[in-house]
């Protein structure tokens, strides 16, 4: 049977930097309209696992899918117009440009996919979600605060109209109050929108509080893949890997 759209399949994917494993025969499933988080230390592979999938990481074994499509292998300009939208960790805007411009590239990319399935945005329905990127939208963004950074890229992913978004420690650098009001948005958006969310994160804790799905990554394995209550639940876990 063919997957849904939007589902995101991960199968035996490994990837090295010359001697060193970075992941090893990984599997991962995400699907629409749920939060999986990929959680685990500094060096455990999540970043590479993003890189990997969105076509950055080349050579890797095994396979990533799309809707049952298979991208193995293809540059990032063809998984990006498959619908796999990449936030990197460090957030990515560009600070030379403005709000406004920031987000009409990834509005570039979204008239590219018109009609190729993902929810399109338009700026306004952007400005609706993250408002205080509207009342700055003419200054450049090299004068926004940390979070107000992570809705850009994230308000900027979802006017590509991506049937998966891959978000990288979104929650790096930010103050706790802002996580939380970040980590609400996010599940509000997969909520209303039905889009695939992987949310990697080193703060286990706050990730879990909006995921359903969890995997945890140790030395490039995954070592425990469960629903995001259990993994919460599950105290020898949590201080083997998960740091709370
Ligand atoms: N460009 C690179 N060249 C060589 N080794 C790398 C490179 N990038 C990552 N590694 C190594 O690959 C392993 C996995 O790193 P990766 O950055 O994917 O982990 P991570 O879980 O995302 O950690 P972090 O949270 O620190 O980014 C580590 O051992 C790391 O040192």
């Known amino acids: 049977m063919a997957e849904p759209r939007g589902t995101l399949d991960i199968r035996g994917l490994s990837a090295r930097y010359g001697p060193v494993t970075a992941l090893d025969a990984v ?25 990997t999938i969105s076509g950055l990481v080349k050579g890797a074994d095994g396979s990533v899918l799309l809707g049952g499509r298979d991208l193995t292998g293809a540059s990032a300009e ?31 990319l979204g008239t590219a996919r018109r009609g190729k399935g993902g929810r399109e945005h338009r700026l306004d ?8 990127l509207e009342q700055r939208r003419r200054r450049e963004a090299n004068s926004l605060s940390g979070g107000e950074r ?11 109209a991506p049937e998966v978004l891959l978000l990288d420690e979104p929650s790096l650098g930010l103050a706790p109050r802002i996580v ?25 804790r706050s990730a879990l509080s909006i995921a359903d799905t969890g995997f945890v990554l140790n030395l490039g394995r995954v070592v425990a893949a469960a629903d995001a209550a259990s993994l919460a639940g599950d105290a020898d876990l949590r201080h083997a890997y998960l740091g709370f």
């Open 150 to 160: 992570q809705m850009l890229v994230i308000g900027r992913a979802l006017l590509s």
């Open 78 to 108: 063809t998984i990006a117009r498959a619908g796999i939208a990449h936030v990197p960790e460090g957030r990515g805007v560009i600070t030379e440009l403005t709000v406004e411009e920031n987000l009409r590239l990834g509005e570039l």
């Open 180 to 204: 939380a009001q970040l980590f609400a948005l996010i599940r509000d958006l997969v909520d209303r929108e039905g889009i695939t969310v992987l949310l990697v994160e080193q703060n286990a």
């Open 27 to 51: 599997d991962i499933t995400a699907s629409p309209g749920r939060v999986t988080a990929v959680l685990g230390a500094n060096g455990a592979g999540k970043t590479t696992l993003l890189r």
């Open 125 to 132: 329905t952007v400005y609706e979600m993250f408002p205080a």
